[in-house]
Every structure is written in structure tokens, then in C-alpha cells.
């Protein structure tokens, strides 16, 4: 951490250094809230009971992994958790903000504010450079055109891909279009970094380049939540939780795992 000191002259801009406040210390406690969560798809046949009735509470700065089989109800979930689908019943807190309780809009203004997204195929868009693909969540971001290109590239500085901005993801591995995602995840500087399988299509040498790259994100205090099938990489998590036809079974500790 830098502090700033009076030294820097800049003493007038200063906010006063609070000591953190019980409120403060309790909402980064309870950073996600989630009660009685419940989701149950309609189609054309029987309604699909995807989430029966989920409690959860994670703190601020957490590394939590989702596992369970497929069709458990992992993707379901984080969609949830995320802001990007209502539930049928239940309620889901991030920083207090109840998310379902807002207008629409407001609800796109969460994400946007909070939320980055890493999707289980990385969705990059296929005719953009991996630098454009970055660039898309500041597309609505009021910053000079300047700053949001230098901080893309920060961005994909920092997962190792400076040298391949100008690719075409088709032109890319998948590791590197996988931390071009990351990268994209990231450049809003996010509170909440979501991450469905992000690991999914890597081979082992890959997801362990990967997983480090999250391993330092919550080093440096993010809150992150991923879903895997992969056992191997639990250890990376300071919890797991396991999901079997819609409920949480819970889990020991990744330390007491291996
Ligand atoms: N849009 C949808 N409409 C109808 N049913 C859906 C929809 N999305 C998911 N489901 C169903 O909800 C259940 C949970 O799906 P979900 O995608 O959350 O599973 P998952 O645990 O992520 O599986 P996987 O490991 O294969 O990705 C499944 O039975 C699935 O078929
Ligand atoms: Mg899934």
C-alpha cells in the first residue's frame, strides 16, 4: 500500500483517514448476501427447479469456489449473483445493494459499477482485436478516449499479453484469449469478479498460468466466486462450496482438502 503524506502538497485534497466504522467492518462481512435463492426455468415442458432455496454469506475479499456436477445449477447461480437473471424467489445482497430490488437500470448501473464477468466460453467478440475486446466495458464509461486505451492495455499488461493486443482472438491460443476475458473482467477495476469455468477449455499447464493470475487478484483483496469441475485447483480457493440439484451441500476448507 502507498500512503500519500502531507509531504505531497496536496494536504487541501486529502479526506480524512477514518478508522473503519462497526457498519463499514459488517458489510464487508456480509459482502454477499444471499437468502432463500430460487430459480425455476419455464419452457415448453416441466419447469426446470434450477436453484431450491440457497443461503450464503461471503465475505469481502473472499476466493470462493462453486463445484458440483453438471447441470447443478453452478451457472445458474453466479448468473444470479451476478445481476444477470431474476430470480423466481429469494434475495441477493453485494455491498448491501439488493440487487433484484432494483429498477432495471439501476441494476445495469450495478454491473457495470461492480461486477466483472468471466463466461464459461470466453465470448470475445471475434472480429475485434484483443485490445477492442478489452475496451468494451468502457465503451460507456465517460474518460477520455486516451486513458481507457491506456488503461486496456494496463489491463493486458498485467495478465501478460502486451505484445498481442492487436490479435484477433482467432489468432490467439486459448490461454491467451481466456486472459484476454480476464483482462476484459478486470479493466473496470471491478469490486466482484465472477468467473464460470474459466478454466474449462485449458490444459493443465495453462489453467495453472491462469489460476495464479486469479491467486494474485485475491491476494491483492478481491472478492472473487468461480465455478469448476476441476478438483485440482480447490486448493486455490479459501472455501468451497458444492452444488447438488440446486442446493449447497457445503464443503470443508480447500486446506483441509489436500
Ligand atoms: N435458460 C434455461 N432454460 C431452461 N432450463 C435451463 C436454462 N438454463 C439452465 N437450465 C437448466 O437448469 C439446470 C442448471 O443448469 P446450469 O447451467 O446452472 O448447470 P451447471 O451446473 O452450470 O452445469 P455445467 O457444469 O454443465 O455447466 C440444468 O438442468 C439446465 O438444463
Ligand atoms: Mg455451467
Known sequence: MTHVTAQTGAEDSLAPVLPSSPAQEERAARFIEVR?????????????????????????????????????????????????????AG?????????????????????????????QSFNLVPYLTALENVLLPL??????????????????????????????????SGGEQERVAIARALVNDPPLLLADEPTGALDSETTTEVMELFAELHREGNTIV?????????????????????????????????
Open 91 to 119: 434475495e441477493v445482497r453485494v455491498d448491501g445493494i439488493d440487487l433484484y430490488g432494483l429498477p432495471g437500470e439501476r441494476l445495469a448501473d450495478f454491473r457495470r459499477e461492480y461486477l466483472g464477468f468471466v463466461f
Open 139 to 172: 465503451a460507456v464509461k465517460r474518460m477520455p478516449a486516451a486513458e481507457k486505451r491506456a488503461r486496456a492495455i494496463e489491463v493486458l499488461g498485467r495478465v501478460g499479453l502486451a505484445d498481442r493486443s492487436r490479435h484477433l482472438p482467432g489468432k490467439l
Open 226 to 258: 468461480m465455478v469448476t469441475h476441476n478438483l485440482e485447483i480447490r486448493r486455490y480457493f479459501d472455501r468451497t462450496v458444492v452444488l447438488k440439484d440446486g442446493r449447497l451441500e457445503g464443503g470443508p476448507p480447500a486446506g483441509e482438502a489436500g
Open 36 to 88: 432463500g435463492l430460487e430459480k425455476t426455468f419455464a419452457g415448453d415442458g416441466a419447469p426446470v427447479q434450477a436453484l431450491r432455496g440457497l443461503d450464503l454469506v461471503v465475505p469481502e475479499g473472499s476466493f470462493l469456489g462453486v463445484m458440483g456436477q453438471s447441470g447443478s445449477g453452478k451457472s445458474t447461480f453466479l448468473a444470479v449473483l451476478g445481476g444477470l437473471s431474476h430470480p423466481s
